[in-house]
């Protein structure tokens, strides 16, 4: 088995430092932006990253397409084993692909509880023993406070730790309240253990953590995402 | 030559017992072109003439696709008979790809059944437009309303019925047509004489609400019906063309009601298929040009330009093989030259006939849009004809490897001489199914893309060739390769006494990420005579037929040569090639053989609630689930399973999930058996050997 733990050189691991630990089992986590910002690429990279510790991820995702999600995994897989010098990339990767299944849900009228169920029939009919779940293109807008906590309850009960995404859309008014966090998440903080905000600036995306589980949030995260890659790198 | 405008080229699809064949039997009665109609279940022992093949009626699937000539109303219909068994894909694939348009036929009182789902799927995957014909309605229980409904929740389809029944089950007498506000009843023993007659009294309100409903739905493809209905002004010209608009864009399914049984309401159907199903230059057709690198061209259904053809059928007749083809573009006539994309054979066409059933007509000319049949062609099913200067390929050139045998042996001497026959033309049919001799066992041995593609076909060597086999356990294809480099020197000796043999080889053996084989000489300097480097690697070709691991093909091996010795009297071909063989042998367990099995894409879809089961399926299979998409009812499950572990799973599939779900599986790639189930294959393989 190729584990490869996670390096202190890790933006990763950076990403846990300065939320006590990560998100953990049970807990669920948002990455928050405008569109085109590069959610979902930082939401492969946190998954491939899983990967590579050989802990079977699966991705949840409401896009009209599987082909294109697959496509992501690939570049970013490549990126990381060239930035690592992967030798016998081919194997690792053939190996790490086993640990991954994709979900795809038409968003329209599927509802969380037909979600949870199918995701919980993968673990338990598939043995497919996920330690993360990473939800891709959710739509906050049209989310209950009921839905997130369904979503919370099932983390809870399946010791999963849950990734998602949330899509900042131009409504007229700020997209971030008093605190930081996205106007769209405000209802929804109790559930949600870390908040992750992405900042175009310039030529860089800043990461801003806005929420840490009970503990005061840290701010700007010493990272950035690289504009080539999309990947998220240590900022220098 | 018909125009285009005036052709259609369609399909039948349905569940079993939805009525497909009677209702085929009474499109060709009321065409005109066969005098009587015979009952499907065969009561006078003739049978339907669209199914000539008894396996067919027997396993109630369509396995070939026959192409039956019809007219009706100054119009040229080619009805294909289409297979509604998801395994044989390559069969599957060339029927629907003639398609243009098809009827999708359901029963009045079953409704949307599991294979209705299925051959729908099919439909849609390949973007053919259809219109439904609700059968069956002089059953107890009919209800059409009721399958409409069940179009729109199950199908997902935007179902608009164009017509309301008169009577249902006993009373069933005719349909109330939508379009014109008129009733049709049908008279006479075989219901030839339709009467066009003033909609019953009870009827009108019902009508009135459902042609509203029919209003409704096709106002959103037309916006002149939809002025014209604010003006009250509604024309059924207008009506009819914004129907065919939707239909043609997969966007509304017209639904037409009655029984073929009972002679009801199939003429109106036929008016439906003219009026809404698309013309062949309606719908877009792409070949792939085999110049530039395989890009996609649009083909145009114009007669006047240079011909493209499609061999989509073969059929052995009694004077000689006959090649169904639909013509994509140009036109074709008895003298024309075209030559075969594929094999690179010239043809000249001989004589050019159209098809009902077992019956033909000779015709001068096809053109754009048709469908025909050739004779004296040599061709595979597949083939791509070209007029010279083109160089296009309708379907994809590239055929797998199959990845199962099977060995068969005739029961008695008259088999034996008809199965060579039989052979013969499967292979030429169907580029997956192949054949040879063994010749160790001096077994005939029959090899397939699955287990149900050789079944269907030792069925059809009775049936048809009347030859009959007894079959050996599916053997699936494995292979060995080498996961390591390792070196050999060998020396082949034999200088006792006679004429003696010498020859030494030096080198290594490494993997090869591509291909079977490669052989490198780099040796300097004549320390293996040029003459007997041939000969070495003739040696190693020979020697990797048969793996040592399980007797298996080796692939993805390279052999670099890169010293030697010889015997200026005693060295020879034979003994560079023993030589080889030698130090192949040597070196093979050195660079760490291992076992690769045919790992399969396999594609299960099947109602959401029976999820959990298809992902415990793909589990216990060793298989590794790739993705699930699930729309609300259906969902849909890629997976890579090992061949080995899908024998026997559309049974398994079909118990678990009441014959809901179903599943498609070709050949992926070859994969790395895993070191428990490689010891079991290397233990029978030695038990084997005896």
Known sequence: ?236 | MTTIDRMRNIGISAHIDSGKTTLTERILFYCKKIHKTHEVKGKDGVGATMDHMDLERERGITITSAATYVSWAGHSVNIIDTPGHVDFTIEVERSLRVLDGAILVLCAVGGVQSQTITVDRQLRRYNVPRIAFVNKCDRVGANPFKVRDQLEEKLKHNAVLMQVPIGLEDGHRGVVDLVEMKALTFEGPGGENVRVGEIPEDLLAEARKRRDELLDAASLFSDELTVAILEEKVTAGLIREAVRRGTIARKLTPVFLGSAYKNKGVQALLDGIVAYLPHPGEVENEAVDLEAGGTAVKLVTDPSLPAVLLAFKLEDGPFGQLTYIRIYQGHIEKGTELWNTRSGQKIKIGRLVRMHADDMEDIAEAGAGDIAALFGVECASGDTFCAPGLNLAMTSIYVPEPVISLAIKPVDQRSLDRLAKALNRFAKEDPTFRTHVDPESHETIIQGMGELHLDVYVERMKREYDAEVETGAPQVAYRESITARAEFDYVHKKQTGGAGQFGRVIGYIEPLAEGAFEFKNEIKGGRIPRDFIPSCEKGFRSVLKKGELIGFPVIGVRVVLTDGAYHEVDSSDAAFQAAAVGAFRQVYRKAKPQILEPIMKVSVEGPVDFAGNIFATINQRRGTIVSSVEDGTFTRVDAEVPLSEMFGYSTVLRSLTQGKAEFTMEFLRYGRVPAPVAEELAKTAAAGKG
């Open chain 1, 1 to 236: 088995m190729v584990k490869t733990p996670l390096t202190k050189r890790s933006p990763l691991r950076i990403l846990e430092d300065y939320t006590h630990g990560g998100p953990g089992p049970g807990s669920i986590a948002v990455l928050a932006s405008p569109k085109g910002v590069g959610k979902t690429a930082c939401l492969v990279h946190i998954a491939t990253e899983k990967l590579f510790q050989g802990k079977p991820v699966i991705h949840v995702s409401y896009a009209s397409r599987v082909d294109y999600i697959i496509t992501w995994y690939e570049d970013i897989f490549k990126e990381i084993a060239r930035q690592r010098r992967l030798r016998s990339a081919m194997a690792v990767h053939d190996e790490i692909i086993r640990k991954r299944v994709i979900m795809n849900f038409k968003q329209d009228g599927m509802r969380t509880e037909q979600v949870l169920r199918s995701v919980e029939a993968m673990i338990t009919f598939g043995k497919f023993s996920a330690e993360t779940v990473i939800v891709d293109g959710y739509d906050f807008a049209l989310a209950t406070t009921d839905d997130l906590r369904k979503f919370k309850d099932f983390a809870s009960r399946m010791e999963l730790e849950i990734w998602f995404s949330a899509s900042l859309r131009e409504t007229g008014g700020p997209l971030f309240d008093a605190d930081g966090t996205p106007c769209v998440l405000s209802a929804h903080r109790d559930e949600l253990d870390v908040v992750i905000t992405l900042h175009a600036r310039g030529d860089r995306v800043e990461l801003r953590v806005v929420k840490d589980h009970d503990h005061p949030a840290a701010g700007i995260l010493p990272l950035r995402l690289d504009p080539k890659t999309l990947l998220i790198a240590r900022d220098k």
